[in-house]
Nanobody, 125 residues
Framework: EVQLVESGGGLVQAGGSVRLSCAAS?????????IGWFRQAPGKEREGVSC????????DYADSVKGRFTISSDNAKNTVYLQMNSLKPPDTAVYYC?????????????????WGQGTQVTVSS
């Protein structure tokens, strides 16, 4: 059974940093699954933030977070991280970790079939 468990959210001031973790089980990061980070703010659609393919050694980012967020993995821990720096109030959202076993590499949430429970990140001004 695939499970994704996020952690690391919280309240941070604008300009600050937060690191989110996504612990995966039921598959290994280097078996072709693609891991994505998504976020959803109140009243808005879920949007893709970043994705990672360990096997293909690929990463991608939404334009809104390029240069500020970094996705990485610790394969020994089967965990993916999202380091978020220079946070802004518009980054406030529930952040979700997701995975797809279809080798889809991209930020379309409809292509991901496994989801974590989400973790709240609130950036105060």
């Amino acid at each position: 059974e695939v499970q994704l468990v996020e952690s690391g959210g919280g309240l941070v001031q604008a300009g600050g940093s937060v690191r989110l973790s996504c612990a995966a089980s039921g598959f290994t990061l280097d078996d072709g699954h693609v891991i994505g980070w998504f976020r959803q703010a109140p009243g808005k659609e879920r949007e893709g933030v970043s994705c990672l393919s360990v096997r293909e050694r690929l990463t991608d980012y939404a334009d809104s977070v390029k240069g500020r967020f970094t996705i990485s993995s610790d394969n020994a821990k089967n965990t993916v991280y999202l380091q978020m720096n220079s946070l802004k109030p518009p980054d406030t959202a529930v952040y979700y970790c997701a995975a797809n076993g279809k080798h889809y590499f991209g930020l379309d949430p409809s292509e991901y079939n496994y989801w974590g429970q989400g973790t709240q990140v609130t950036v105060s001004s």
